[in-house]
DNA sequence: TTAGGGTTAG
């Protein structure tokens, strides 16, 4: 009813009788109707007519135009209007700037937005939002705050599109901070889009707590604030949450979608949880999946060590961008199959699209863990004039530790002073690395002071360090720089080893006995021992880096992590499905010998996964040659 | 006429 006496109010009751206007010019009723039923071109044309003429026509008819510029893409006829619009050096009226500024924005031509906003005599919130907006997304952060400031002085109130947009221009947790007490002032701390992308945002200063505080305390939740937080943890690294926020998004009755299940993914890929990414593809499968969810599923594949499901997928995806093919070119990489990656990249030099710094990255990090020096050096130097990519520090990185795996120490250490740039803490760990597989003290003396110097609690350095003094028997020093871990109070990261069986996650730490079938463990660990023994095992006891009796080295090395994983996964194995183990520090080069036996003594296919790559281990043959 | 979520490496 008070919609009904609104319309009433409004209406005419004292028109002008018709015959007392002027009537409108012909051209100008033409143009309307061209504009009003989408005929762009026409329009156009009629449009410059008019300005032959010296005739405005209608804001609403100019609106239509702008909304067909945008349809059409038509960057050159949207400048025309804006130009048409500003004749006569006047700025065109505050409905129409903001609707040019748009248009601008949509083409990516924020410059020209902001010369429309800064000509603009008169603005509303939603002029200064769709400049914050555009500014935010150049990530022109300093200068959409400064915008916020400025409207605010100018007596216009932010309201919840400001702040979902100006969110992203927050820079550190405590910039955050503020601008949530101001959207608690404004009293704009319920609505979802701005809680969404508060959310998002501390997923990026993986403030995840906060984050979940936020989320907390929603009374009422969408499908998108869901995806922020479980986006948000999966992207911080706590794959657990993520699964748990998805399962209870589920329970609260919101179907996922492809953003979702992309996170989801993401998750699995993060704990290597092959079989709940298997139920997730099922999943998937219900959908039409985009390219960025086909591009995730790829991932998953790759990382859990699933070769054949994502060479599968890799050849079905009916799109594949530059994402998709540096993730298999890094996973067959990352899976021993070298060779297989830089064929491939052959291949999407001719097919695929153009190169870039990720992809060449894969294809460096393949030649360095085949020993493929030659292929390294030629892909290196190919980089500037083939693609136009200029190295970065982790493709130097993937150089020196091809020249170090190579023995090539010296050339190592030159290609590290004829950088242009200073050397990183990776260059340096990797070169400290190098040093201890071909156990040169000294540069790796040099290495690891340098390592400590840029991350003085660095306990790789430390651990690398007395590995090399154990290693060439040096054991006063390598005491000395384990009592200098102990006054820094840097503690060794103890080896973990898992693997699912059914819905369950098994781990094990090393010497660790505490496993409920710990006795079978132990059985069939003696067991494996006696077989690869008469295959020709010999403990390597040149991995154990204390200085004690050749026993208590056996013994030591008999219970590492990966072995009782090895065990448990045997007795369970029906020798369908291959074991597959995961590792947080690099597999020893005592496990990788006993793995590659038992594969071959119990006809079982092995996969173990360390932070770097995946071992897989079958016939008694490894995809990797050591550790 | 203005706003929020997902993919490769590290």
């Not at 086909?294 to 890799?314: S, V």
Request: hydrophobic share 40%; charged share 20%.
């Amino acid at each position: 009813m008070r919609a009904f006496a609104k319309c009433v109010a409004r209406a005419p009751y004292h028109a002008v009788p018709h015959s007392s206007l002027p009537s409108p010019h012909p051209l100008l009723q033409t143009f309307a109707g061209l504009c009003r039923h989408g005929a762009f071109s026409e329009a156009i044309a009629a449009m410059a007519s008019l300005e032959v003429l010296g005739l405005v026509a209608d804001s609403i008819s100019y609106s239509d135009l702008i909304k067909l510029c945008v349809r059409h893409g038509a960057v050159e006829q949207g400048r025309l209007l804006h130009r048409h619009l500003s004749s006569g050096g006047r700025a065109p009226e505050l409905f129409l700037s903001n609707s040019l500024m748009g248009m601008f924005v949509r083409f990516g031509l924020a410059d020209e937005a902001r010369k429309v906003f800064d000509a603009m005599p008169v603005r509303n919130v939603v002029s200064w939002t769709t400049m914050i907006s555009a500014l935010t997304n150049l990530g022109q952060a300093e200068e959409a705050l400064r915008l916020l400031i400025s409207m605010q002085r100018e007596g216009i109130a932010p309201n919840r599109y400001t702040f979902s947009s100006v969110l992203k221009a927050c820079l550190t947790s405590a910039s955050l901070r503020s601008m949530h007490g101001c959207i608690v002032k404004h009293g704009l701390e319920s609505d979802v889009f701005v809680r969404s992308s508060l959310i998002d945002v501390c997923s990026k200063f993986l403030d995840m707590d906060y984050g979940y505080r936020i989320f907390n305390e929603m009374a009422t939740r969408d499908l998108v604030v869901w995806n922020s937080i479980i986006g948000g943890f999966a992207q911080g690294g706590d794959g657990y949450m993520a699964i748990t926020l998805f399962t209870q998004m589920k329970k609260a009755g919101f179907f996922a979608n492809q953003s979702t299940l992309t996170s989801a993914l993401r998750a699995c890929t993060g704990m290597v949880l092959l079989e709940m990414g298997r139920q997730l593809h099922v999943h998937v499968l219900k959908y039409n999946p985009d390219l960025i969810l086909n591009n995730a599923l790829l991932d998953m594949y790759c990382k859990c060590g699933d070769l054949e499901e994502a060479d599968e997928l890799f050849d079905r995806m009916p799109e594949r961008d530059v994402i998709s093919w540096s993730t298999m070119i890094s996973g067959l990489a990352q899976n021993g199959r070298s060779t297989d990656a830089l064929k491939l990249f052959e291949s999407m030099k001719v097919l695929g699209p153009k190169p870039n710094h990720i992809t060449l990255l894969g294809v460096l990090f393949a030649c360095s863990h085949a020993g493929l020096l030659e292929d390294g050096r030629h892909y290196f130097s190919s980089m500037r004039q083939l693609f136009d990519i200029e190295p970065g520090s982790e493709h130097y990185g993937c150089m020196v530790d091809l020249l170090g795996r190579a023995g090539k120490l010296e050339d190592a250490m030159k290609f590290i002073a004829d950088m242009s740039f200073e050397p990183d803490i990776v260059i340096w760990r990797t070169l400290l690395g190098a040093c201890r597989v071909h156990k040169d003290s000294n540069l790796a003396a040099f290495a690891a002071k340098q390592v400590l110097r840029l991350e003085p609690e660095d306990e790789g350095a430390y651990i690398l360090l007395s590995n090399i003094y154990a290693d060439s028997h040096q054991w006063t020093e390598a005491e000395q720089v384990r009592r200098s871990m102990r006054d820094c109070r840097v503690k060794k990261e103890p080896g973990r080893s898992w693997l699912e069986l059914g819905k369950q996650i098994h781990v094990f730490i090393a010497g660790d006995m505490s496993h409920p079938q710990a006795d079978g463990i132990k059985k069939e660990l003696s067991k494996l021992l006696t077989r690869t023994t008469a295959m020709g095992y010999v403990p390597d006891t040149d991995f154990v880096l204390h200085d004690v009796g050749k026993e208590q080295k056996e013994e030591s090395l008999r219970y590492h992590s990966e072995k009782l994983a090895i065990a448990l996964g045997v007795m369970n194995s029906t020798g369908a499905k291959p074991i597959r183990i995961m590792k947080n520090l690099r597999i020893c080069g005592d496990c990788h010998t006993f793995a590659k036996l038992v594969a071959k003594s119990e006809s079982m296919t092995i996969i173990i996964r360390d932070p770097v790559r995946f071992h897989h281990f079958k016939d008694g043959s490894s995809s990797s040659p050591s550790a």
